[in-house]
T-cell receptor
Framework: DGGITQSPKYLFRKEGQNVTLSCEQNLNHDAMYWYRQDPGQGLRLIYYSQIVNDFQKGDIAEGYSVSREKKESFPLTVTSAQKNPTAFYLC????????????FGQGTRLTVV | DAKTTQPTSMDCAEGRAANLPCNHSTISGNEYVYWYRQIHSQGPQYIIHGLKNNETNEMASLIITEDRKSSTLILPHATLRDTAVYYCIVRGTNAGKSTFGDGTTLTVKP
């Protein structure tokens, strides 16, 4: 099936540890995105990538890092510098960044204790 | 990219049309209006998008005013499964700058 896959669905980590969230797509999309969602709120953009080996900061990039070594993959690392990492993280992809709809994964709920 | 304003919540009777408004008064000429919905704890689902003409697909219709400062998403026969948070966003050439607001929580009641 074509789509965008995030894993795992639930993730628990101890405070101070870095953690990497996986996002894979087989839609042959050029653009990929990471969003953060807190309870009762909308989505905020963390990072986005328009092509392989290129990415830009979104509105809340501090404490996060990404890589885009392959077209299919856009992993997000939540570093220990992120002060409030507990949140719902959503990955998305689109054919291009301009004027094309985005398709979302099912999200990873990260809890830091 | 332009910001959008949506009502916080709306109710709709099952089987009736649900009309969800969105204001985007600062939209620029090359920006599209997109609608997504999110059912609790899932990823948002794309519904429809448009530039200036009205659009219709199997899920919904999108009505954009002539001045493009507002739009309405219409679910013609709402079902209980349409209960979700609906997001209206505007998206131009730099889609990395699209902003999702808090959306409208639509509750479809039997």
């Amino acid at each position: 099936d074509g789509g965008i896959t995030q894993s795992p669905k639930y993730l628990f980590r101890k405070e101070g540890q870095n953690v990497t969230l996986s996002c894979e797509q087989n839609l042959n999309h050029d653009a990929m995105y990471w969003y953060r969602q807190d309870p009762g709120q909308g989505l905020r953009l963390i990072y986005y990538s328009q092509i392989v080996n290129d990415f830009q900061k979104g509105d809340i990039a501090e404490g996060y890092s990404v890589s885009r070594e392959k077209k299919e993959s856009f992993p997000l690392t939540v570093t220990s510098a992120q002060k409030n990492p507990t949140a719902f993280y959503l990955c998305a992809s689109s054919l291009r960044t301009a004027n094309t709809e985005a398709f979302f994964g099912q999200g990873t709920r990260l809890t830091v204790v | 990219d332009a910001k959008t304003t949506q009502p916080t919540s709306m109710d709709c009777a099952e089987g009736r049309a649900a009309n969800l408004p969105c204001n985007h008064s600062t939209i620029s000429g090359n920006e599209y209006v997109y609608w997504y919905r999110q059912i609790h704890s899932q990823g948002p689902q794309y519904i429809i998008h448009g530039l200036k003409n009205n659009e219709t697909n199997e899920m919904a219709s999108l009505i954009i005013t002539e001045d493009r400062k507002s739009s309405t998403l219409i679910l013609p026969h709402a079902t209980l499964r349409d209960t979700a948070v609906y997001y209206c966003i505007v998206r131009g050439t730099n889609a990395g700058k699209s902003t999702f607001g808090d959306g409208t929580t639509l509750t479809v009641k039997p």
